[in-house]
């Protein structure tokens, strides 16, 4: 059970928008912590997406987009690409446990 | 160009030990906190543990006590050492950078398998 909630698996046709929810808690997300977002291809190592909440790093496209409100997070991807297939990660830090959390992941599936 | 190169992985007993490497490049190594994070087969990721650039250790509950982090600035290198490993420990661990804002840079990872 992943310290923060995120959908198993969210999918779109290519050309879309999608989102991903990642919920947390009064001792993560709620309590003011950043939250990052990771994509991993099938086959490879994670890749920082989304970094404090909405930045991108260089490189990324504008299609990917992330926002926090409370207690979640919110990544979301328009213009849905094939290549876009992947599994996403948000990530934070947590005070009660005195260290990262990630959520359990979010396999999307372009249609 | 950043590039972190993890070693040491591979297959042990239950109970056993082993010791992971990472050797780091492209980037000054000492100004920067460094992470294991690793990833069972078909799971999520997990932290395992932090080293700060003074040294500074952190660890989850479910490896505290058992894995220990460490680092040596003048070799670029960071390292895990794994003991009383369970079954629940096996997976692809990854060595990160800590850029400041998200882990920035990640190995390709090394797996290690517990098992009888």
């Known amino acids: 059970q992943s310290v923060l909630t995120q959908p198993p698996s969210v999918s779109g046709a290519p050309g879309q928008r999608v989102t991903i929810s990642c919920t947390g808690t009064?001792?993560?997300?709620?309590?003011?912590?950043?939250v990052h977002w990771y994509q991993q291809l099938p086959g490879t190592a994670p890749k920082l997406l989304i970094y404090d909440n909405s930045n991108r790093p260089s490189g990324v496209p504008d299609r990917f987009s992330g926002s926090k409100s409370g207690t979640s997070a919110s990544l979301a991807i328009t213009g849905l690409q094939a290549e876009d297939e992947a599994d996403y990660y948000c990530q934070s830090y947590d005070s009660s446990l005195s260290g990262s959390v990630f959520g359990g992941g979010t396999k999307l599936t372009v249609l | 160009e950043v590039h972190l190169v993890e070693s040491g992985g591979g297959l042990v007993q239950p109970g056993g030990s082993l010791r992971l490497s990472c050797a780091a490049s492209g980037f000054p190594f000492s100004n920067y906190d460094m992470h294991w994070v690793r990833q069972a087969t078909g799971k999520g990721l997990e932290w395992v543990s932090t080293?700060?650039?003074?040294?500074?250790?952190y660890y989850p509950g479910s490896v505290k006590g058992r894995f220990t982090i460490s680092r040596e600035n003048a070799k670029n290198s960071l390292y895990l050492q794994m003991n009383s490993l369970r079954a629940g420990d096996t997976a692809v661990y990854y060595c990160v950078r800590d850029g400041g804002s998200g882990y920035d840079s990640w190995g390709q990872g090394t797996l290690v398998t517990v098992s009888s």
């Open positions: 009064s001792s993560n997300i709620g309590a003011g912590y950043d």
């Open positions: 080293i700060g650039i003074t040294g500074d250790t």
